[in-house]
């Protein structure tokens, strides 16, 4: 069954700390992996998107990494500031008939002064 | 820069009303979709669009119509209100496989 597991499901941290989320997926066959930031009551903005040949991208302070062989991936937001304060989902894609795209619940991360 | 626009942002219902919900682009997005959002879960699918005039199933399609008269709008009809019902409601579209999808900010709708 094509799932996406993100972990933790909520997270507090200092203003100016560095944090990394993760996310596990059972998806295949595998097409790529987004991740985007969800700001309370907004819909959902893409941050990075990674295909199974790419293990690394940065959007400013973030940075996605890729694991095909583990399926896995993280997200290491740096130098946290309050605004980064929201959801981050994780969105992988499957090369089906058409594609298929399953959504993680979404890690809560609080940014504290 | 208008992108994905939802309407009404907020709806109260009661069992066994139906209403539409609005939805319209202006990218010129050929793909469009809708999704739910509930508490603890990831967005799930529940209809989506390849073009203007072609509509599928997605993962829960029970008790939601849609339609694709044209490239902009892609309403969502929920045809007889259940409290289960009770969800925010995303609407996207993007252009190619490639491309991220543009969210719309949602409609938070309570069915009583």
């Known amino acids: 069954k094509n799932q996406v597991e993100q972990s933790p499901q909520s997270l507090i941290i200092l203003e100016g700390k560095n944090c990394t989320l993760q996310?596990?997926?059972?998806?295949?066959?595998?097409?790529?992996l987004r991740w985007y930031k969800q700001d309370t009551g907004r819909g959902p903005v893409s941050l990075t998107i990674?295909?199974?040949?790419?293990n690394t991208k940065s959007n400013g302070r973030y940075t996605a990494t890729l694991d095909a062989d583990t399926k896995q991936s993280s997200l290491h937001i740096t130098a946290s500031q309050l605004s980064d304060s929201a959801s981050y989902i994780c969105?992988?894609?499957?090369?089906?008939?058409?594609?298929?795209?399953?959504f993680g619940a979404g890690t809560r991360l609080f940014v504290k002064a | 820069n208008a992108g994905v626009t939802q309407t009404p942002k907020f709806q109260v219902l009661k069992t066994g009303q139906s209403m539409t919900l609005q939805c319209a682009q202006d990218?010129?997005?050929?793909?469009m979709s809708w999704y739910r959002q509930d508490p603890g879960m990831g967005l799930r699918l529940i209809h989506y669009?390849?073009?203007?005039?072609?509509?599928d199933q997605g993962e829960v399609p029970n008790g939601y119509n849609v339609s694709r008269s044209t490239t902009e709008d892609f309403p969502l009809r929920l045809l007889s209100a259940a409290p289960s019902q009770t969800s925010v409601y995303f609407c996207?579209?993007?252009?190619?496989?490639?491309?991220?999808?543009?969210f719309g900010d949602g409609t938070r709708l309570s069915i009583l």
């Open positions: 996207a579209s993007r252009g190619n496989s490639n491309q991220p999808q543009h």
């Open positions: 996310c596990n997926y059972t998806v295949s066959p595998f097409s790529n």
């Open positions: 990674m295909t199974f040949s790419e």
């Open positions: 969105v992988v894609t499957a090369r089906t008939g058409g594609f298929k795209t399953i």
């Open positions: 990218m010129n997005h050929e793909y």
């Open positions: 669009s390849v073009g203007a005039g072609i509509t």
